[in-house]
């Protein structure tokens, strides 16, 4: 079948399996370049004796997790497991973009000699935690690093039955702010209405550190934490113009619980001499990303004036930088105040907050987006889709279920 690119609010219904290979391999090329290298201001090289060599990502097949596996695989040469949820393809349905990269990526990781798995399926139910213990013991027998790098609309309690279901919206008051979408390049108003009844508890229960602990908890009591094992969770805060839907919103109130979850977590841990981290991070494209009102037309924005000042990173970098200046440099991790690992540094230089504000002043209701880089935040959604690459001819026949 040819296969186009569907969009429906903001959401991709199509993926393409040779791009969404093509992104992978660009990833893995882009890690693999940067380990080697030496006299890079931004980007030191890989220090292996220091990595982590088996790596267990939950949510580990687009976004943030995709990137924590391509670092830990082609960055420190570790084996790695991913649980996410996916559709798998028909003969005329595409799947997932998570399915294509996880086979593209599983594909070059056995090239390469590393050991790569995935268990599909929901990561909050505790079949698919015993699914992946039993996979641990078979495969790595134990595990040196735990990424928690979920991001869902809903989650099913297991000890329940109960689903709830994560909002994005803000507490109190309804929030009007200027926003963009992908469909668009004019510059619309969007009114988000308040959280009503139990939602920001409900978001709480999804996105929070709930499920995280209840991870961690299980891999503990299977002994499948190695010695000195640490777990890494991903949170964000932004400027002050995303907090009433962001930050100071139903899904802050989650972030909020999450790193709470670190320290409680790291006290599980301490017997093992492990640690929990929440890493913030910046504000990118991903899946979950795209469809929050107000925060494309702030990546455009930021996307803008970071790639001016040389600064712009995608889910790679970032990671990378998580990883090489962080987590497994020879130095202490360094965090704020609150114990979080800031790889929103560059984000939210003063400098570059104080350009997006003067530019997002410039914007008017029902005209184009002026001084952004709305073809660049695009181009990075079609990308996490496997589309908009120039190698690939989009126009040709291809086979969904073949990647
Ligand atoms: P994403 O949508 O690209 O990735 C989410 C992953 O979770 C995918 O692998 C998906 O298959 C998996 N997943 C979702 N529901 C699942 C379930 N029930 N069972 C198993 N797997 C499931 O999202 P993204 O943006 O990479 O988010 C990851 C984390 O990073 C989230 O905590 C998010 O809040 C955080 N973050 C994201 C930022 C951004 O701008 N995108 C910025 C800072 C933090």
């Not at 004796?49 to 924590?68: A, W």
């Not at 209840?214 to 907090?243: H, Q």
């Not at 093992?272 to 455009?300: D, F, H, Q, W």
């Amino acid at each position: 079948m040819i296969i186009t690119k569907k969009v429906l609010r903001n959401v991709s219904l199509t993926a393409h399996p040779l791009g969404c290979r093509q992104y992978v391999l660009d990833q893995i090329d882009w890690v693999r370049q940067h380990a080697l290298q030496a006299n890079n201001s931004l980007y030191a090289p890989v220090e292996k004796k220091l990595f982590p060599k088996r790596v267990l990502v939950l949510g580990g097949s687009t976004g943030y997790g995709l990137s924590s596996r391509i670092v830990s695989a082609f960055g420190g040469g570790a084996d790695t497991l991913n649980v996410s949820f996916e559709r798998e393809p028909s003969e005329t349905k595409t799947a997932t973009p998570g399915w294509y990269n996880t086979t593209a990526f599983e594909a070059e990781a056995r090239k390469a000699g590393l050991k790569a798995e995935s268990v599909f399926g929901d990561a909050f139910s505790n079949e698919t935690k015993a699914l992946t213990s039993e996979l641990i013991k078979k495969t790595l027998g134990q595990v040196d690093l735990v990424i928690y790098s979920l991001a869902s609309p809903l989650r099913t309690d297991p000890a329940t039955g109960i689903t709830y279901r994560s909002v994005l919206k803000p507490l109190g008051e309804p929030f009007t702010a200027l926003s963009v979408d992908m469909e668009s390049p004019l510059v619309k108003k969007a009114t988000i209405e308040p959280a009503e009844g139990t939602q920001t508890e409900e978001t709480v229960k999804v996105m929070g550190g709930e499920d995280w602990t209840l991870w961690i908890d299980y891999l503990l009591a299977e002994n499948l934490l190695a010695s000195n094992a640490m777990t890494v969770s991903y949170s964000y805060i932004g400027p002050k113009i995303t907090y009433p839907v962001y930050r100071e919103g139903t899904i802050g109130a989650a972030k909020e619980h999450l790193e709470q979850s670190a320290n409680a977590i790291t006290e599980k841990l301490a017997p093992l001499g492990g640690k929990a981290y929440v890493s913030v991070n910046k504000a990118l494209v991903t899946r979950a990303s795209a469809v929050i009102p107000v925060v494309p037309l702030y990546m455009a924005l930021l996307y803008q004036v970071m790639k001016e000042k040389g600064l712009h990173e995608g889910c790679t970098e970032q990671i990378y930088r998580l990883f090489t200046d962080r987590l497994y440099a020879d130095k202490q991790i360094e965090t704020d105040s609150k114990g979080r690992i800031r790889l929103d540094d560059w984000e939210m230089k003063q400098d570059v907050q104080a350009e997006v504000e003067r530019r997002w002043a410039l914007q008017t209701e029902g005209e184009e987006l002026k001084q952004g880089d709305l073809d660049g935040v695009r181009l990075e959604y079609e990308q996490i889709h496997g589309f908009g690459f120039p190698s690939i001819d989009y126009t040709l026949d291809v086979d969904p279920r073949v990647i």
